[in-house]
């Protein structure tokens, strides 16, 4: 059982910032990728930016130069700091862990989402 817990979202400007955070919990012997994928309205979920233990990070072409991803591996923390914030932006955003637990294997997990508004 793991548990992933967003906080960050909510109502920005165009050209603001958020900066989300996701806090893993639970029975976790290590977590190997870590990120944020992000839904909006009427399309699939897709991949923000995943970074690895290493510090190895994919980012959606849309966001590179924007977003920023990191991680605490000591606090089995991963944060999205978002700038200069478009309105495209806008989805409900999931984190995302793929956990190995005692047993050794792995599984992926997501959070609950936080809703992310790009508006003026």
């Known amino acids: 059982q793991v548990q992933l817990v967003e906080s960050g979202g909510g109502l920005v400007q165009p050209g603001g910032s958020l900066r989300l955070s996701c806090v893993a919990s639970?029975?976790?012997?290590?977590?190997?990728?870590m990120g944020w994928y992000r839904q909006a309205p009427g399309r699939e979920r897709d991949l923000v930016a995943v970074i690895t233990p290493s510090g190895m990070i994919n980012y959606v072409d849309s966001v590179k130069g924007r977003f920023t991803v990191s991680r605490d591996n000591a606090k089995n923390t991963v944060y999205l700091q978002m700038n200069s914030l478009k309105p495209d932006d806008t989805a409900v955003y999931y984190c995302y862990a793929q956990v190995r637990g005692s047993s050794w294997a792995l599984y992926d997990y997501w959070g609950q989402g936080t809703q992310v508004t790009v508006s003026s």
């Open positions: 639970g029975n976790i012997f290590s977590i190997n990728a």
